[in-house]
């Protein structure tokens, strides 16, 4: 299969080729994790950019020290000032060769314009049925994560397969090893390598691991990327594959944003999503459907 160098680079050019048909409007404003007492969960790992149509996309900002940095940077400025204007695409070319920080926001501004593109379609990606991504597991299967996942545990033993988990982190191994004795954590990623179910972090688009960690899991009959960054379109995921792909779509803007700058949880103003790799009709059939208003 040829294949453009690194994910980043790939989904980059997918939304330059995106952003052709469909001109994408400004950021309206970056919204950071509250920093308060109440600041704590998965909730508080998150940013997001929101467009000036009141799309959103998040991205992950606990891998190294990125959210620190991006306090640092944006921390003094509202909500509705920080970033205000600028131009998401531009935003989305730091997630090639960008720093920490870059990378995030690019991310979220990949996902902003995915959800802008998708609203103005008038496509709604399917709801999704379980937390791992509609992935269903048997007694047969043995499950690789990619990030460890630990309300996950008790499902896999419920189903009487088998687990393995790869972390990037040696102190994270180390805690979950003494957390979960029973689980094989690990920091090789060839330890997937007999998996036939791999369920990966979406903080594999971020760290440009996705190639190298499918290259991991030869035997993988099914392959999903999930987690609130993954919100862009899944065409070049599946074209690696990637057979389904987990995200979170902001439904309400202005909820999320109070609830971030208040720490609080922010599931009533979104909808997680499963978008499975054989019922994709890929980007070029929603835009070849689009009314005439959305196209050049």
């Not at 000032?81 to 730091?94: K, M, S």
């Not at 299967?141 to 189903?159: E, K, N, T, W, Y």
């Not at 979950?176 to 007999?194: D, K, M, N, W």
Request: hydrophobic share 45%; glycine share 10%.
């Amino acid at each position: 299969m040829n294949l453009p160098t690194g994910i980043a680079r790939a989904l980059l050019q997918q939304a330059e080729q995106v952003a052709r048909h469909l001109p994408m409007p400004p950021v309206a404003a970056l919204h950071m994790p509250g920093q308060g007492q109440a600041a704590s969960g998965h909730e508080a790992e998150f940013c997001a950019i929101e467009l000036a149509d009141g799309s959103v996309g998040l991205s992950y900002v606990l891998l190294g020290h990125t959210l620190q940095a991006l306090l640092q940077a944006h921390g003094q400025a509202t909500g509705a000032e920080r970033l205000a204007g600028a131009d998401p695409l531009t935003l989305a070319q730091g997630l090639v060769d960008g720093h920490a920080v870059a990378r995030a926001l690019a991310l979220a501004a990949l996902n902003a314009m995915t959800d802008s593109a998708w609203r103005r379609l008038g496509y709604t990606p399917p709801a999704a049925g379980n937390s791992l991504a509609d992935v269903q597991l048997g007694p047969d299967d043995h499950l690789g994560m990619i990030g460890f996942f630990p309300p996950l545990v008790s499902r896999v033993q419920a189903a009487g397969g088998r687990l393995t988990v790869v972390e990037m982190d040696a102190a994270t191994v180390a805690r979950q090893q003494q957390r979960f004795p029973q689980v094989h954590v690990t920091l090789q990623r060839q330890a997937i390598a007999a998996c036939n179910v791999v369920v990966g972090t979406s903080t594999m688009l971020l760290n440009d691991t996705l190639d190298d960690m499918l290259a991991a899991a030869p035997a993988a009959q099914r392959f999903a990327v999930i987690g609130p960054s993954a919100g862009l379109w899944p065409d070049e995921l599946f074209r690696r594959g990637v057979t389904q792909m987990g995200g979170t779509r902001v439904t309400d803007a202005a909820a999320l944003a109070a609830a971030m700058r208040e720490g609080a949880p922010w599931s009533r103003a979104t909808q997680k999503f499963v978008i499975d790799r054989s019922t994709w009709p890929g980007w070029q059939a929603l835009l070849a459907h689009a009314p005439p208003a959305t196209r050049d």
